[in-house]
């Protein structure tokens, strides 16, 4: 039997009570397949690996072990509710790494968006390595591969054309190749969120919006600096909190903040301030192969663009971005 | 008598009588002054320089030699508006100098908005001198100079901080310092326009929106290049079309296209598109010194950002500038 199809008589999972069966089923399979072994699981805080890591928990508690790299490109407070979540709450076996002054070295002045994503990757590739070196006894690699990344890949073997390329631990060296642990394979992505919440994840851990591998680091533009990342996180934190205070939170598909690597002149305090522009990116869409902008109201705006440009360094303008895709894409770069 | 003070008695010219009232006037006084010699204007298209083109060809006829120069700064369609109107309609005695690649060649690579503005303001000094030092028989030179000019030399004069240094025509050489002629010096820009309806100009040319000196110059921001410049002003003209329509051209006090020195990926024709950003600023003000922006309906973003996006060369995205003054300025650099 192909393990990698969804069997045709396998329901949708929409309710508490199929999550629970569902969850049931497969903590007893986790415990037969791992017996009293090891499972590592690079733990990036998005839905997918946040509900493998609750699912591996319940059922395997500390012999699973969690790495969260914190490539200093997490949305304000992400990796702090990760280890809030995880280490604190659900009591989990979590390494975390601050990786942060170790990828803005590599990035330094790289401007070439396939450069910075490939730089992102790798480093995350040697960072898991070398914590996988460190430990013993681990003979099982969990990873948070959901149903459409099966059929993506199916589509790319067919020869069609890839569309990205997926974020996984497949840049192991050989000796580093564990038997792997996907207990959501077959899951589509609402049947995840159902699952992560029966397993009582907090509901924006659940609910997060799709956030890209490479992290902020495509959304600051060109060659990275600390100072602009840091100005795009506290624009991009305020954009959110708007958002959830007046409902958009909930009801548009993706939304964040790019800031582009270019000045323009200003005026704060009644001196000449240069500063850059924050580019609000904010879209609905059905299938990601095309998207409509949301029409925030000008009410909204307005206060998004009074906190942005009084509480956040290094800004003077905020950019609404009114391209549907295409002819935008959703990211920038 | 200072025939730079506006006499107290002096009503606001704001009826069709009152402007006919002083032009004969002026007409007169211009006719008394100048004789049978020749006189000079540097002809922009602005409101001020048609509107004292208009009234020295009523009064000398073709004893006045206007030169417009076009340093390919220009918006669209507006050397040719100057060449219709005065040429064409009026008859005057007009010198058009196309000095598109020259300009192009001499700010090529100059990224800095000062060296930007200086490069343009200084070329423009050397052509009309050429221009000049090829005429004979000219004793007068005519300016523009409206009544708030003056009233901000005073200003500056006292010491205040200058906001922003007037365009004339200051700094051509001793021996081109011909005697002034200002026949609008003692009125302000509402009376102007007045004065311009009532000698026969196109009402568009007579309120056009207030335009820098530099032109696009300053809107095709870091160092232009021709295909930018030829894209903004292509979005610019999209721009002031769909505001006209939809009678947003009337009501918004300025409005304009900027497009910044960086690209971003898109999609066209299903393929992928790099392409730079339009970004419309449009902003109401009542002094200058603070400006809130225009709450342009949705309807009016979409058509504009479908029409830039589908017909012009080198855009995929539209950006809607959502900063008052302070903490933007107007322009962006």
């Given at each position: 039997m192909d393990t990698s199809k969804r069997p045709e008589t396998m329901k949708r999972i929409t309710t508490k009570a199929l999550a629970d069966e569902f969850i049931a089923a497969e903590v007893s399979k986790i415990q037969e397949t791992v017996g009293d072994k090891k499972v590592l699981l690079a733990l990036s805080g998005g839905v997918d690996s946040s509900v493998v890591a609750a699912l591996l928990i319940k059922a395997i508690g500390k012999q699973l072990i969690s790495v969260h790299v914190n490539h200093g490109l997490m949305r304000k407070g992400e990796s702090e509710q990760v280890i809030e979540v995880f280490k604190n709450q659900l009591n989990a076996n979590l390494i975390y790494v601050d990786a942060t002054d170790r990828y803005l070295e590599k990035l330094r002045g790289v401007s070439d968006p396939e450069r910075k994503r490939k730089i992102i990757g790798e480093e995350f590739i040697r960072i898991f390595e070398e914590e996988a070196r460190g430990l013993e006894g681990i003979e099982f690699l969990a990873q948070g591969t959901i149903y459409p990344d099966i059929l993506e890949s199916i589509k790319q073997a067919e020869g069609k054309k890839a569309v990205k390329s997926h974020h996984n631990v497949g840049g192991l060296p050989e000796d580093l190749q564990f038997a792997l642990v996907e207990p959501i394979k077959l899951l589509f992505k609402d049947e995840v969120r159902v699952v992560g919440e029966a397993l009582g994840l907090p509901h924006a851990m659940v609910y997060r919006q799709p956030f890209p591998g490479p992290g902020l680091g495509v959304r600051c533009l060109g060659a990275i600096t600390r100072d602009r990342l840091e100005a795009l996180r506290e624009a991009d934190a305020i954009l959110r909190d708007e958002f959830d205070k007046c409902g958009l939170g909930e009801k548009v598909w993706q939304y964040f903040v790019v800031i582009p690597d270019i000045k323009s002149v200003g005026v704060k305090d009644e001196s000449r301030y240069e500063g850059w522009p924050a580019i609000i990116r904010a879209v609905n869409t059905t299938d990601a192969m095309s998207a409509t902008i949301e029409e925030i109201p000008y009410t909204v705006l307005h206060k998004i663009t009074a906190r942005i440009t009084s509480e956040?360094?290094?800004?003077n303008r905020v950019l609404y971005d009114l391209t549907p895709k295409p002819t935008g894409t959703i990211e920038w770069e």
């Amino acid at each position: 039997m192909d393990t990698s199809k969804r069997p045709e008589t396998m329901k949708r999972i929409t309710t508490k009570a199929l999550a629970d069966e569902f969850i049931a089923a497969e903590v007893s399979k986790i415990q037969e397949t791992v017996g009293d072994k090891k499972v590592l699981l690079a733990l990036s805080g998005g839905v997918d690996s946040s509900v493998v890591a609750a699912l591996l928990i319940k059922a395997i508690g500390k012999q699973l072990i969690s790495v969260h790299v914190n490539h200093g490109l997490m949305r304000k407070g992400e990796s702090e509710q990760v280890i809030e979540v995880f280490k604190n709450q659900l009591n989990a076996n979590l390494i975390y790494v601050d990786a942060t002054d170790r990828y803005l070295e590599k990035l330094r002045g790289v401007s070439d968006p396939e450069r910075k994503r490939k730089i992102i990757g790798e480093e995350f590739i040697r960072i898991f390595e070398e914590e996988a070196r460190g430990l013993e006894g681990i003979e099982f690699l969990a990873q948070g591969t959901i149903y459409p990344d099966i059929l993506e890949s199916i589509k790319q073997a067919e020869g069609k054309k890839a569309v990205k390329s997926h974020h996984n631990v497949g840049g192991l060296p050989e000796d580093l190749q564990f038997a792997l642990v996907e207990p959501i394979k077959l899951l589509f992505k609402d049947e995840v969120r159902v699952v992560g919440e029966a397993l009582g994840l907090p509901h924006a851990m659940v609910y997060r919006q799709p956030f890209p591998g490479p992290g902020l680091g495509v959304r600051c533009l060109g060659a990275i600096t600390r100072d602009r990342l840091e100005a795009l996180r506290e624009a991009d934190a305020i954009l959110r909190d708007e958002f959830d205070k007046c409902g958009l939170g909930e009801k548009v598909w993706q939304y964040f903040v790019v800031i582009p690597d270019i000045k323009s002149v200003g005026v704060k305090d009644e001196s000449r301030y240069e500063g850059w522009p924050a580019i609000i990116r904010a879209v609905n869409t059905t299938d990601a192969m095309s998207a409509t902008i949301e029409e925030i109201p000008y009410t909204v705006l307005h206060k998004i663009t009074a906190r942005i440009t009084s509480e956040v360094e290094g800004i003077n303008r905020v950019l609404y971005d009114l391209t549907p895709k295409p002819t935008g894409t959703i990211e920038w770069e």
